[in-house]
């Protein structure tokens, strides 16, 4: 947890304004933590994905800054409002514990849960997912090792072994699925996925009756089981190009690959315009590389800011990925076949 630079005290937001706002389906976008590495919080938490976050006095960006946090900073989440906005972030507002409101495209709604250690790790190895808001990884089993990459809440990883170090301390071992190098996590970070929590939803529905609608316009992902709509979450599509084109692509795709987590980066090793380790739940429906998937880094949907994908939630990622066609197998990496889930992908700005 961290103390913020406050600068002036506000008073708490009313409870009824919280409950107002959760019966509308809005506190859904945060989650309840189990605190073990911070007790005694009273709160929902939020880490900062931003070199700098402001803090202000009401939720809107022309009230006083009352204080700054910053990148990798865990904060307590004590409500959510709706309110002002600027042209590439969300409306919705959370207050911070008693200091303020910070806009919320920028905070990652995380829990803190440490998860009993696991031994016996299968041959082939397991999928497993940070329930952290974050853990460093070292390239030996241990932190006098140098560190390979920082890991965040709900990314997942291929473990392939547990190691015991020096002290005793048991640390997972995962292979990078880009670099192919190994990383080592502190064990008690990672929680393994069981296979009923991997097992596709709705088997019995024929595959050629599933269909997923993106549409730009309004930054929705509609799933259909034949013409009932049977899932919906906000996405962040990819921006405009500058003919004015978006760069998730219109008209009709369909999966054809999906794999449970990939490390995703884009430009040069000297100058990376990302560089996103476990991404999770990632659904491919073009041979370029675009794709549904869960996203860390941000937590602003509903605006287009992707480099072309469809961001989601990590959970509703996971949601379409164990709904959607082709089926991975839980104890595998990755599927590749021709006669998935079709996606269109629509806005009225373009027909």
Not at 245 to 252: A, I, V
Not at 324 to 341: L, M, Y
């Amino acid at each position: 947890m961290v103390t913020l630079t406050t600068h002036k005290k506000i008073p708490e937001i009313h409870r009824r304004d919280f409950l107002k706002f959760f019966s509308m389906g809005i506190a859904s976008l945060i989650f309840k933590p189990v605190l073990e590495l911070i007790p005694d919080n009273p709160g929902h938490l939020g880490r900062v994905t931003v070199p700098k976050l402001e803090i202000f006095e009401s939720p809107t960006f022309h009230s006083n800054l009352i204080a700054t946090a910053y990148r990798d900073d865990i904060l307590i989440i004590n409500s959510i409002t709706i309110n002002d906005k600027q042209p590439e972030a969300n409306n919705i507002w959370y207050q911070i514990s008693d200091s303020g409101f910070a806009q919320s495209a920028n905070l990652q709604p995380v829990s803190n849960h440490l998860n009993p250690v696991i031994l016996d790790i299968p041959a082939t190895g397991a999928l497993a997912e940070i329930t952290v808001p974050f853990t460093d990884s070292y390239r030996g089993a241990g932190q006098h090792f140098a560190k390979a990459f920082r890991l965040y809440y709900e990314t997942t990883h291929w473990v392939t072994n547990a190691i015991r170090d020096d002290l005793g301390k048991i640390w997972y071992r995962m292979v990078d699925d880009r670099w192919l190098y190994s990383y080592y996590a502190p064990a008690e970070c990672m929680k393994f996925f069981k296979s009923g929590e991997l097992s596709p939803i709705s088997p019995r529905t024929p595959p050629e009756a599933k269909r997923i609608e993106v549409r730009l316009d309004e930054q929705l992902l509609i799933a259909y089981e034949w013409d009932m709509p049977v899932f919906m979450a906000l996405v962040s599509t990819g921006r405009k190009l500058m003919n004015g084109h978006p760069t998730t692509p219109l008209g009709n795709h369909m999966i054809y690959y999906k794999r449970p987590n990939r490390h995703m980066l884009s430009g040069t090793p000297d100058d990376y315009d990302f560089d996103l380790p476990g991404v999770p739940w990632v659904s491919y429906f073009t041979r370029f590389g675009i794709a549904i998937h869960g996203t860390y880094w941000h937590n602003n949907f509903g605006q287009p800011i992707s480099h072309g994908c469809v961001n989601l939630p990590p959970k509703a990622a996971m949601w379409i990925y164990r709904w959607s066609h082709p089926v991975v197998p839980h104890n595998e990496k990755e599927i590749i076949e021709d006669r998935g889930t079709k996606i269109e992908v629509v806005s009225t700005a373009y027909i």
